[in-house]
């Protein structure tokens, strides 16, 4: 078919144009920050000829937010069209769904409980913090996944009960926040507006292989996606098991989400928006479509942090802050645009 | 020899039973039509032949086998199904939105063998899209939206096809030309077909077999004479009929009807009752 091919060679085209745009932001990111490192520096650094400052900057602090912002942003940008393939409804994602404040909700309880008996730079919250966020991320996508099941689950029934959930753990995090003192407060407050903090090498060996494996995964139902983007009915009707599939599908957007705010915040909007500019750019075509979500949620991401990082010198914005303040109006304008 | 048959079959919603003890046989190679008043279970029932709703009791039977133990891609390589007013996502084109008719007979990634193009192909051409197959189905006319539809469905390959209200919303001659599209199918490749219509001189003038339902019992089910008759659509509509016979088809049609008043006491009884 023409047009087809036409499409495969758009999808191309975009992909290379998306890897040139991450690459030139990740090279910009590298130079930029509160210590600024000259192009060729860092290129001596990464060959291990660099100076002991450098060294430490880029390979120990940049290099891993980075990847960890490119995997993030992949993990949250796919996670938002799975769910909004799997409910049929163009304004899902993990945000609006409740994942993003259950795990908000766990990260509040961790710095409520333990944070004070601990020391903060004790390297066991590093990496309990991730697990309790992951845990509220599955608790909430379970508690939606029950309140909504009624002999099967219907797709606008899951969006209502995820709001609700969402505004339930929403109400459960500001009632733990208003009893903080005004350091943990602040802690709280970043965490839950985004902020990739985990900025550690053994965080992304752990991250990476996760998201890794679930994105391919995701790939490999893109055919199963796209036919149920035609509804229940129409779905059963050509064999598939809709049931099963949607909870399957619904399990790996859950996971993907978890694993990405575990390490993340709890960013917004990119789940909502990556997957939106994507199906303009390409169509429905899931086989099409999730690379592209996938590479442009990581682009943004970068490119949000990068500006994070550097707009306030020496204060950071956290990476969900910036995110939102540039998804907002976009967002704004497509509703307007809508017929 | 019978397709589709059911046994003692209730159907309800939650606590509300839609359809109480039904016994359904559609023929093989025919054109049945299930027709009755809106809320009857006429939809309610196909979704349930089509395994898209659960019964609540009793079976369905597909070419003698219990439909719910049978793999449910299995089926799809022998019914495919058409609800009411399907949506498509924007920006599918008619080739791919055919190509998933497909997807029963592949295995995984949905990658199309020659095979598949070759039926697609022919869907194409049978539902006269074939100049259409790369315009989206969201940019297209209610009729042609509708062929694309259809096309999906036969490209599935089945023996056995049900579709809910496909000529609702199209104009009169669109109407006709999907039914013709329809009984071509099964004329000429023998095509088994189960539709829930409205227009009743449409079901009469196309149907070998007509089903009359009310409040989900059947009426009467047989062939159009049989069907047609003012006592069936005064029990069925509550309409006084006058039905003639169409001077072209040799079919039954409903000239004209009226309401047959009903006693405003007594209906009112019947609701509290109920």
Redesign the interface.
């Known amino acids: 078919?023409?047009?087809?091919n036409a499409k495969k060679k758009k999808f191309i085209v975009l992909i290379i144009l998306l890897f040139i745009l991450t690459i030139i932001t990740f090279v910009l990111s590298l130079n930029l920050g509160v210590v600024r490192i000259a192009p060729i520096d860092v290129f001596k650094t990464l060959l291990g000829k660099g100076t002991a400052r450098d060294q430490l900057v880029l390979v120990d602090f940049r290099l891993p937010r980075m990847i960890l912002a490119l995997l993030i942003g992949a993990g949250l940008a796919v996670s938002g069209a799975i769910l909004q393939g799997v409910t049929k409804n163009e304004l899902a994602d993990p945000g609006i769904l409740g994942i993003n404040s259950g795990a908000g909700f766990m990260v509040i309880l961790f710095i409520y409980f333990f944070q004070g008996s601990m020391n903060s730079i004790n390297t066991l919250v590093i990496f309990l913090m991730p697990l309790f966020a992951l845990a509220g991320a599955v608790l909430a996508a379970f508690l939606i996944y029950v309140l909504a099941w009624k002999?099967g689950i219907d797709p606008v029934r899951l969006i209502l009960v995820g709001i609700g959930v969402n505004s339930g753990f929403g109400a459960a995090i500001i009632i733990f926040q208003l009893k903080m003192n005004p350091q943990d407060f602040m802690q709280a407050a970043v965490w839950l507006s985004g902020d990739i903090w985990g900025t550690n090498w053994k965080f992304v060996a752990i991250l990476a292989p996760l998201i890794l494996l679930l994105l391919p995964f995701a790939l490999?139902k893109?055919?199963i996606l796209?036919?149920m983007?035609?509804?229940?009915?129409?779905a059963?009707?050509?064999?598939?098991?809709v049931e099963k599939e949607r909870r399957l599908l619904l399990l790996a957007a859950v996971a993907l989400a978890g694993f990405s705010v575990a390490a993340g915040g709890g960013i917004a909007f990119l789940g909502l928006v990556a997957p939106h500019i994507a199906?303009r750019l390409i169509?429905?075509?899931h086989?099409l479509f999730l690379p592209i979500t996938a590479v442009l949620g990581a682009f943004v991401l970068l490119l949000a942090d990068t500006i994070g990082k550097n707009l306030l010198t020496p204060t950071q914005i956290p990476v969900g802050i910036v995110v939102a303040i540039f998804s907002a109006p976009y967002f704004i304008f497509l509703l307007m645009k809508a017929k | 020899m019978v397709s589709l048959s059911t046994e003692n079959l209730q159907i309800g919603y939650g606590d509300k039973t839609i359809v109480e003890n039904l016994n359904l046989h559609i023929n093989k190679g025919e054109i049945t039509t299930i027709i009755g008043a809106n809320g009857c279970g006429k939809s309610t029932i196909l979704k349930t032949l089509a395994r898209v709703h659960a019964a609540t009791s009793g079976i369905v039977y597909l070419d003698g086998k219990m439909i719910h133990k049978v793999p449910t891609k299995e089926i799809a390589r022998k019914m495919a199904v058409l609800p009411q007013s399907p949506e498509a996502p924007n920006g599918l084109t008619v080739y791919e939105l055919i190509s998933f008719g497909r997807s029963p007979h592949q295995s995984g990634f949905g990658r199309l063998t020659d095979k598949d193009r070759q039926v697609i192909e022919w869907a194409l051409e049978v539902t006269g899209l074939s100049l259409f197959a790369d315009h989206p189905v969201d940019a297209l006319s209610g009729g042609q939206r509708q062929r694309a539809w259809i096309a999906m469905a036969i490209a599935q390959e089945t023996d056995l096809l049900l579709l809910d209200e496909p000529t609702t919303y199209l104009d009169m001659a669109h109407q006709l030309e999907i039914l013709q599209l329809l009984e071509k199918l099964n004329k000429e490749q023998n095509r088994t077909i189960v539709m829930v219509i409205h227009d009743l001189n449409h079901a009469s003038r196309f149907s070998h077999q007509m089903v009359a339902l009310c409040k989900g019992n059947i009426v009467k089910e047989g062939s159009a004479e049989e069907v047609m008759t003012p006592d069936v659509l005064k029990t069925v509509f509550q309409i006084d009929a006058e039905i003639v016979k169409d001077p072209r088809t040799k079919k039954p049609v409903c000239l004209c009807y009226d309401l047959i008043q009903k006693e405003p006491e007594l209906e009112h009884r019947k609701v509290m009752n109920f």
């Open positions: 078919m023409n047009q087809s002999k490999y893109a055919h796209n036919i983007n035609l509804g229940d009915q129409v059963t009707g050509l064999g598939i098991q199906k169509g429905p075509k086989q």
